[in-house]
């Protein structure tokens, strides 16, 4: 089994949600139909990036340096076209 890490973007307020999960479609699904606690009042969401790992202590272990300072600042630099998509 496989778990993927993956960031979300909210085109409401424009904050990332970093979170990982074995099954990346119908979690997505859950973020989107507003059945996740803590993005429901963000929707709609985009999926910006994912990852997957072979082991859910991996996977757990990418969140959470994702979610760290110098983790988003990597998302930013692999998504550099993404947020400025002129150079």
Not at 3 to 30: A, P
Request: glycine share 6%; with cysteine.
């Amino acid at each position: 089994m496989y778990y993927y890490i993956y960031v979300l973007l909210s085109e409401k307020d424009n904050q990332w949600y970093t979170g990982y999960t074995s099954n990346l479609r119908q979690r997505l699904k859950m973020h989107n139909e507003g059945r996740v606690i803590s993005t429901k009042d963000r929707l709609p969401l985009k999926l910006l990036y994912f990852e997957g790992c072979l082991n859910q202590q991996d996977a757990t272990r990418r969140e959470k340096y994702l979610k760290s300072g110098n983790g988003k600042i990597y998302i930013k630099s692999r998504l550099r076209n993404f947020f400025n998509p002129t150079g």
